[in-house]
């Protein structure tokens, strides 16, 4: 079963940056497509960002031009970089396998951005 550990959340002001990880405990060379989803509190959570195997991206409009995802495929790890946060992306982030997604998820990292 994977295990996947996501890190690097916590508070930051508006306006801050934060780099999230997602170590994963299987190879990930051979995934078509990685993904970001987030969270917030009585919402459904939702795919922000994408990753295939060839590096092509995708966004969800609202993060577009402030989030970047990357892999590194040797460590088995996603990335997520937030800049120019704002509070409504306050919410506990995942990482996962794209269409489909793993059953098991970890058990994801809170952001919370202040105002």
């Known amino acids: 079963q994977v295990q996947l550990v996501e890190s690097g959340g916590g508070l930051v002001q508006a306006g801050g940056s934060l780099r999230l990880s997602c170590a994963a405990s299987?190879?990930?060379?051979?995934?078509?497509?990685m993904g970001w989803y987030r969270q917030s509190p009585g919402k459904q959570r939702e795919l922000v960002a994408t990753i295939t195997s060839g590096g092509s991206t995708t966004y969800v409009d609202s993060v577009k031009g402030r989030f970047t995802i990357s892999r590194d495929n040797a460590k088995n790890t996603v990335y997520l970089q937030m800049n120019s946060l704002k509070p409504e992306d306050t919410a506990v982030y995942y990482c996962?396998?794209?269409?489909?997604?793993?059953?098991?998820w970890g058990k994801g990292i809170l952001v919370t951005v202040s105002s």
């Open positions: 299987v190879s990930i060379f051979s995934i078509n497509a």
């Open positions: 996962n396998r794209v269409a489909p997604a793993w059953n098991s």
